[in-house]
């Protein structure tokens, strides 16, 4: 009998060897994408971190660490919470990308006096969740889809233009060229100034250029408004091969379209769409 169990247990532990080398053989789990646009799901808050006077990095779990969103490079999740009754929903890009980040996603998000969504992402405490759709969005970034992209950033209208700077920076293969112009009022709302700083200098087709409405003493970059005048000196003009991507308050993105047009680009449309010569975010 105790010679049965011993052989017994002789096969199942081969068995179990066996499997196991399987399984690292196939690298572990599968990668899983978990979002959906068919309901929205829940996340928890696992980690928040303040970055600036009124913004915050949070970062979100997912059900699995191998799970990723699957959020394509230039769209966005809606997410949804219950204010004075009445469902509201917003619209925010990740700054985390499938590639290099698996089990969580991140969001910085400024929090503004008025602001029912972000006022209330702010007060979830660790273990509290917030409520998520996707992907959304018209724009789709591909390695190399034009030679050059001109981007115009306001505030928080930084992280679609961030992640696809970083989408670029990963692809040793992407030469696309970027030129970003990004507006902030005083110095201590710039946002991800450090990251977008190394990935210029660890990156020579990436090109940052920062403009303060209230720059401190001493500021040698831009001052007062990004307009005509300043996107003709520091963006390449319109071609065939490029595209101009804005992100930023309504009254500065208006204007901006408007002076795109006076430099030749497309007019900019309603709604964009990824074929656009001009694409509102």
């Known amino acids: 009998m105790a010679s049965d ?5 002789s096969a199942l532990s081969a068995l179990a060897i066996i499997l196991v080398g399987v ?48 959020l394509p490079v230039g769209q966005h ?3 949804t919470s219950e204010i004075k009754g009445k469902k509201v929903v917003r619209s925010y890009t990740p700054t985390s990308l499938d590639e290099d980040t698996k089990g969580k996603f991140q969001l910085l998000i400024k929090v ?3 602001g029912n969504v972000s006022r209330y992402i702010d007060g979830l405490q660790i273990g509290e969740s917030i409520e998520v759709k996707g992907p959304k969005g018209f724009f789709t970034y591909t390695p190399n889809m034009v ?9 928080t209208g930084i992280t679609p233009m961030y992640q696809i700077i ?30 977008l700083e190394d990935l210029s200098k660890e990156h020579s087709n990436i090109h940052v250029y920062h403009v303060l409405n209230k720059p401190p003493e001493g500021w040698s970059a831009g001052t007062g408004f990004i307009d005509k005048d300043l996107m003709a000196k520091k963006l390449p003009g319109p071609s065939d091969d490029s595209k101009l991507l804005l992100c930023g308050p309504p009254p500065m993105v208006s ?27």
């Open 112 to 114: 503004y006096p008025n």
């Open 166 to 195: 970083k989408a670029i920076c990963n692809n040793p293969g992407d030469k696309t060229e970027v030129n970003l112009l990004y507006a902030n009022v005083p110095e201590e709302d710039i946002l991800l100034r450090k990251e």
């Open 23 to 70: 399984f690292l053989s196939k690298g572990g789990p599968k990668e899983r994408k978990v979002l959906t646009n068919e309901k929205f799901q829940k996340f928890p808050l696992v980690a928040k971190e303040k970055v600036n006077h009124n913004s915050t990095l949070y970062t979100f779990g997912l059900p699995r660490s191998t799970d990723v969103l699957g």
């Open 255 to 281: 204007a901006l379209k408007k002076a795109a047009v006076e430099l030749g680009f497309q007019k900019a449309k309603p709604i964009s769409k990824l074929a656009d010569q001009v694409f509102v975010f």
């Open 147 to 155: 030679s050059s992209l001109s981007m115009i950033a306001g505030g």
């Open 77 to 79: 999740i809606q997410i």
């Open 5 to 9: 169990q011993l052989i017994l247990y």
